[in-house]
């Protein structure tokens, strides 16, 4: 019996396997992954460093002991180079390797702008428990200055992180944080709370060059403005690596696309997490969130045992771990017709909701969050939804 093979050993890869192994208990399953196959929660690097944890403590299972807890074989340190969907084979660093069923969960890369400078390759990401790693290293001792690329959802949360230990400088070329995401009160409040922590912020202007300047960084913005930094770290964004997917002629726009039940334009080839484009009423997404993921893995599993399942996107709520100011929001979908927030205050919070043209809700962010309120938001949210379907 060929097996079924999965390539990644992320969140994505690992909860497929997880979810399969509860439907189907006998069918061979492969694991092949380029890194060690540890598993750790990709959303705990952004908040670690003040929780006070090293890279080897976010790892919770070995992949010796999720190949035991899936009775799977996992293949690790072996990067998949190529897919040939007619033969239904892989090809590895360890070999070839025959499918029946396939599924790509290789997530994203990270955005890497183009930058001048000599110093321009000592910029970091961090996507990989292994760039926090490195990450950690390269920031030195408390009271080293960091300049972070992006304020985005990962700037602010490492921003936050790491107020508490080092001079942080955030940089954006939009005039808030958080811009393409919340209601513009709530980046506001949130800039507020992370300047009353120390952040610095260069908004309005992106990083044009990093130089070498003595043991630190001379690094210049668009605009002309300069700062010193011990360490720059991009959190421009991500991603999805479509290079597998397109090498072996699958359908890719912004990520590998995939049909309601995950399937590629190729037969029997998946794809989920990071790297998919999911396919919906408007045209196809990208969605890099937990909430998403998980529904896919849960339809994927069921449908490779056995039982067609579509993937239920529906709205989920994303919490924003920036503890000075507790944020949880579902963004304006896009596309979407012109619309407008309105900003009303709940039980001493800050509530934003987001009707379209039509005047249907169709995003809301709350600071600070709390359960009850963001649950009565998104039940507010699917009402109106439905009642405009």
Request: with cysteine; proline share 6%.
């Given at each position: 019996m060929?097996p079924?093979?999965?390539?990644?050993?992320?969140?994505?890869?690992?909860?497929?396997?997880?979810?399969?192994?509860?439907?189907?208990?006998?069918?061979?399953?492969?694991?092949?992954?380029?890194?060690d196959?540890?598993?750790?929660?990709?959303?705990?690097?952004s908040?670690?460093f003040?929780?006070?944890?090293?890279?080897?403590?976010?790892?919770?299972?070995t992949?010796?002991?999720?190949?035991?807890?899936?009775?799977a074989?996992?293949?690790?340190g072996?990067?998949?180079?190529?897919?040939?969907?007619a033969?239904?084979?892989?090809?590895?660093?360890?070999g070839?390797?025959?499918?029946?069923?396939?599924?790509?969960?290789v997530?994203?890369?990270?955005?890497?702008p183009?930058?001048?400078?000599d110093a321009a390759?000592?910029?970091?990401?961090?996507?990989?428990?292994?760039?926090?790693?490195?990450?950690?290293?390269?920031?030195?001792?408390?009271?080293s200055?960091?300049?972070?690329m992006?304020?985005?959802l990962?700037?602010?949360?490492?921003?936050?992180?790491?107020?508490?230990s080092?001079?942080?400088t955030?940089?954006d070329p939009n005039p808030?944080?958080?811009?393409?995401?919340?209601?513009p009160?709530?980046?506001?409040?949130?800039?507020e709370?992370?300047?009353?922590r120390?952040?610095e912020?260069r908004?309005g202007?992106?990083?044009?060059?990093v130089?070498?300047?003595?043991?630190?960084y001379a690094?210049?913005?668009?605009?002309?403005r300069q700062?010193?930094a011990d360490?720059?770290?991009?959190a421009?964004g991500?991603?999805?690596?479509l290079?597998?997917?397109?090498?072996?002629g699958l359908?890719?726009?912004?990520?590998?696309?995939?049909?309601?039940?995950?399937?590629?334009?190729?037969?029997?080839?998946?794809?989920?997490g990071?790297?998919?484009?999911?396919?919906?009423?408007?045209?196809?997404?990208?969605?890099?969130y937990?909430?998403?993921?998980?529904?896919?893995?849960r339809?994927i599993?069921?449908t490779?045992?056995?039982?067609p399942t579509?993937?239920?996107?529906?709205?989920?709520?994303?919490?924003?771990?920036?503890?000075?100011?507790?944020?949880?929001?579902v963004p304006v979908p896009?596309p979407?017709?012109?619309?407008?927030?309105q900003?009303a205050?709940?039980?001493?919070?800050?509530?934003?909701?987001?009707?379209?043209?039509?005047?249907?809700m169709?995003?809301f962010?709350?600071?600070?969050?709390e359960?009850?309120?963001?649950?009565?938001?998104?039940?507010?949210l699917?009402?109106r939804i439905?009642?405009?379907?």
């Amino acid at each position: 019996m060929k097996p079924i093979i999965i390539v990644g050993t992320g969140l994505a890869g690992y909860t497929v396997a997880r979810e399969f192994r509860k439907l189907d208990k006998t069918t061979p399953l492969f694991i092949l992954t380029a890194d060690d196959g540890g598993f750790y929660s990709k959303p705990m690097l952004s908040n670690a460093f003040a929780q006070g944890k090293q890279a080897a403590q976010l790892t919770s299972f070995t992949a010796a002991q999720m190949a035991g807890q899936l009775g799977a074989t996992i293949i690790t340190g072996t990067r998949v180079v190529a897919i040939d969907s007619a033969s239904k084979t892989v090809e590895a660093g360890a070999g070839k390797f025959s499918y029946d069923r396939l599924v790509l969960a290789v997530g994203a890369r990270a955005v890497r702008p183009a930058l001048g400078g000599d110093a321009a390759d000592d910029v970091l990401s961090v996507n990989h428990v292994d760039d926090y790693a490195n990450f950690r290293r390269a920031i030195g001792a408390p009271g080293s200055r960091i300049a972070i690329m992006g304020a985005g959802l990962i700037g602010c949360e490492f921003a936050d992180d790491l107020a508490g230990s080092h001079r942080i400088t955030l940089i954006d070329p939009n005039p808030l944080p958080l811009a393409s995401l919340a209601a513009p009160a709530l980046s506001r409040g949130l800039l507020e709370a992370l300047e009353k922590r120390g952040v610095e912020f260069r908004l309005g202007a992106s990083v044009g060059r990093v130089d070498r300047d003595a043991s630190a960084y001379a690094v210049t913005l668009t605009d002309g403005r300069q700062l010193q930094a011990d360490a720059v770290l991009s959190a421009v964004g991500l991603r999805p690596d479509l290079r597998l997917a397109q090498a072996a002629g699958l359908q890719t726009g912004r990520g590998i696309a995939v049909d309601a039940y995950g399937m590629t334009s190729a037969p029997d080839i998946y794809a989920l997490g990071d790297c998919a484009e999911y396919a919906s009423e408007s045209g196809g997404s990208v969605m890099p969130y937990i909430a998403p993921l998980m529904s896919a893995a849960r339809a994927i599993a069921r449908t490779l045992a056995g039982t067609p399942t579509a993937i239920e996107l529906k709205p989920a709520p994303i919490i924003v771990k920036t503890p000075s100011y507790p944020l949880a929001l579902v963004p304006v979908p896009a596309p979407t017709r012109q619309g407008a927030w309105q900003e009303a205050t709940v039980e001493g919070r800050t509530v934003c909701r987001y009707h379209d043209a039509d005047g249907v809700m169709t995003a809301f962010g709350v600071a600070p969050q709390e359960a009850g309120i963001r649950q009565g938001l998104m039940a507010e949210l699917g009402s109106r939804i439905m009642q405009v379907a």
